[in-house]
């Protein structure tokens, strides 16, 4: 039993020293296993209830998240006393960086499949509108897009509209076929980890503006898709 506690004293220790890339890891994993049964549903023409401004916005959405995450990385750590910390706090916002970038390009090729069964519909036309209205309000209201909360509210409106959206096309439609459960298990893997993740940069790196707007972004996501999820449930 000693060493038994012994063991899971050291497994903990280790984890603990290595947190920031397990949760990189265990991300890129849930990508794929997000992709892969997707993009079967896609070939397959599984695609009831699935929206083209979905995924359309949510690639915005990407590109902001990345962006803002570029942004943090540039800030200076100003809370870590030693040069160690500092570059532990660096790797941290790389990876961070890097998710972005991964989810990007799975979303961009899984969008490309779609476009080629998926009818775009008026639909989609009014809420893309709605999101660049709002964007460019928000653009307005803080004077320029290259404050990171602005880019904060772009991914508020890419994100947590678009989510909105796709949950009425699924009511009405009566379906949520599009999705199979292995890639909606998936969506709240990556979400969570990543929402986390981002809440320990803050946490730890001090709560820049970047990171703020990183977290206002991720916390829309967050609640959006969690409405979503729990219709998709009852459409099973």
């Known amino acids: 039993m000693t060493r038994l506690l012994s063991w899971f004293q ?13 949760l990189f890891w265990f991300q890129v994993i849930m990508i794929w296993v997000y992709a892969i049964p997707q993009a079967k549903h896609l070939i397959a023409g599984k695609t009831t209830g699935l929206t083209l401004a979905l995924w359309l916005c949510f690639l915005g959405y990407l590109v902001v998240g990345l962006s803002l995450s570029i942004l943090a990385y540039r800030e200076p750590i100003l809370n870590k006393e030693t040069e160690e910390e500092r570059l532990k706090e660096k790797k941290k916002r790389l990876y961070t960086i890097l998710i972005f970038a ?34 460019i309000l928000t653009s307005c209201y803080f004077r320029s897009i290259k404050d990171p909360m602005a880019r904060g509210w772009l991914a508020v409106w890419c994100k947590g509209v678009a989510q909105l959206w796709a949950g009425y096309v699924m009511f009405t439609s009566v379906s949520s076929e599009w999705i199979p459960p292995l890639s909606m298990l998936a969506t709240h893997g990556t979400m969570w980890t990543r929402f986390f993740q981002v809440y320990s940069q803050g946490k730890s790196g001090g709560w820049d503006r970047p990171t703020k707007g990183l977290m206002l972004g991720e916390s829309s996501n967050v609640i959006s898709w969690s409405l979503v999820t729990i219709l998709w449930f009852f459409l099973r």
Do not use: Y
């Not at 050291?10 to 397990?22: D, G, P, Q, Y």
């Not at 090729?109 to 779609?114: H, K």
């Open 10 to 22: 050291v497994i903990k220790t280790w984890a603990k020293s290595r947190i920031v890339e397990i």
């Open 102 to 135: 991964l989810i990007g390009l799975v979303m961009f090729g899984l969008f490309l499949l779609a476009i080629k069964t998926v009818r775009w519909t008026t639909g989609d036309t009014a809420v893309s509108i709605v999101v660049v209205v709002l964007s």
